[in-house]
């Protein structure tokens, strides 16, 4: 295996401030490691709220934690994917957004590794931190030990495949929060990006209706493309709103309720 000496990233030094790219070494992957080359990373929303300086971020800082890429190296003991599906180079891969120290009584007592002590996240950490490429804003990312990965179907694109390990992740986690099952009515504050995979999963498990709520046309036209069956203006007169809700949810109105809008 033949590596660069250097792989390029964008990282900014404060909050507001310019990209630059820069150059961090290369080297082959340490026992547990994944080197994978970056194929696509989204600007989530949460980059764009580090980037401002309205959630915490080291500098100089390196976004981007939903990324999907091609493995270049696997590490000594890396052989497979959290599903068992034998791993190699050139295999197109995403995985988990953060990773965890090791075992732990959060991880494996009460299964919230996410919740783990020393817990961090790809794209939220600073450039300077080796290895340096941790994060989706490059051309290439250490997969670090204790993450999960997971190898991607041809049948999803690489735009289709990049939010899987934040976006649908969260919204999986919280339709199952929410239980919903066959039959039920749920209602949707905000139809942005996890508004939307929220009405399709929620369809997925059998809802038999979905309402949307959001101030945007656009996204209410939109919205009805991805199982939303009523979407409304937030905005209209309240008994109007009300009783369109209610006309869908009979009798007493939605069994569950999703907020992903996010403005008070």
Known sequence: MTLPANGRMAVYDQPNGPFRLVGYPL??????EVLVRNRMATICRSDIHTWQGHRPGPCPGLLGHEIIGDIVALGE????????DSL?????????????????????????????????????????????????????????????????PDVLTDAEATPLNCGV???????????????????????????????????????RAVIGLDSNAERRARACRF??????????EKNALLHQVHGLCRPEGPDGAIEVCGAT
């Open 88 to 152: 190699g180079p050139g295999d197109r891969i995403t995985w988990s957004e953060y990773f965890i120290p090791g075992s732990n009584y959060f991880s494996d007592v009460l299964d919230l590794p996410q919740k783990s002590r020393g817990v961090d996240k790809y794209g939220h950490m600073a450039a300077t931190t080796a290895p340096h490429h941790h994060g989706g804003f490059g051309e290439y990312c250490y997969i670090v030990p204790r993450s999960w990965i997971l190898r991607l």
């Open 169 to 207: 992740a969260t919204m999986i986690a919280v339709t199952e929060a929410a239980r919903i099952r066959i039959g039920q009515t749920v209602l949707i504050q905000g139809l942005g990006l996890l508004g939307l995979y929220g009405a399709s999963i929620a369809k997925a498990r059998g809802a």
């Open 227 to 236: 199982g939303v069956d009523l979407a409304l203006d937030p905005d209209m």
């Open 27 to 32: 080297r082959p992957p340490a026992a547990g």
């Open 77 to 84: 003991g890396v052989t497979e994917d959290m599903r068992g």
